[in-house]
Structures are given as C-alpha cells and as structure tokens.
C-alpha cells in the first residue's frame, strides 16, 4: 500500500520560512516523480511545483517561482518543498502527491498522480 505523509506545516510570518517534509513508502519512491500542491479556504487545489523521477528537472507555479524550492532524497524516500519569503496568500493546505507512472517527467496535472498525502496546514500571519 503505497502511503504519503506530509509534515513541516505550521503557523509563520510574512516573509518567513517552512520546509515541508513528504516520507513515502509503498512502492520504488525513486522511480516515480513527485508533485506539490495546495488548497486554500473557498479555491481549487492548484499546482506548486513537481520533480522528476531523478531529481534532474523541476518546474513551479509562476506564483512561487523564486521563493519556492522541490527537492527529493531518494534514498530516504522523501520529497521536500522549501518555503522562502512567505507571503499570506501563500496560506493553504499543501499536500504530496506521486506520479501514477514510473520514469516520467514532470507534471502540472493533478491527473497525473495517482498518490496522495493527508496534507499539511501552513498558514501565514502577523
């Protein structure tokens, strides 16, 4: 059974920082690309950023490039999103999410993944 959990969210200022955690376990972590994603209060689930298979090529929402790093440790099975310059709009549920098929590149499409976490609340305030 494949299981994603998320960890890392919490209460942070504007402008500050939050690196969330995804541990994966179920199946070959290292074979499969990862994506994050995030849903806040009255919206959609939107895109964040994603990572390849390798950890070679990532891509980002226009709204976090530049604050927002994807990272993967594949021989620890986790999937990092490093939160710099937190704004408030930034606030939502962010969730893991993995790939339905292996060696794939990455992807904005949450139709792509086929696993995902519980989520993680980050919720940023003065």
């Known amino acids: ?39 806040a209060p009255g919206k959609e689930r939107e895109f964040v950023a994603t990572i390849n298979w390798s950890g070679r090529s990532t891509d980002y929402a226009d709204s976090v490039k530049g ?14 999103l490093q939160m710099n310059s937190l704004k408030p709009e930034d606030t939502a549920v962010y969730y893991c999410a993995g790939a ?18 519980q989520g993680t609340q980050v919720t940023v305030s003065s």
Do not use: H
């Not at 604050?67 to 990092?80: P, W």
């Not at 590149?105 to 949450?110: D, L, P």
């Open 67 to 80: 604050r927002f790093t994807i990272s993967r440790d594949n021989a620890k099975n986790t999937v990092y």
């Open 1 to 39: 059974q494949v299981q994603l959990v998320e960890s890392g969210g919490g209460l942070v200022q504007p402008g500050g920082s939050l690196r969330l955690s995804c541990a994966t376990s179920g199946r070959t972590f290292s074979s499969y690309a990862m994506g994050w994603f995030r849903q």
């Open 100 to 117: 339905t098929s292996q060696y794939g590149s990455t992807s904005k499409r949450a139709s792509r993944y086929a696993y995902w976490g």
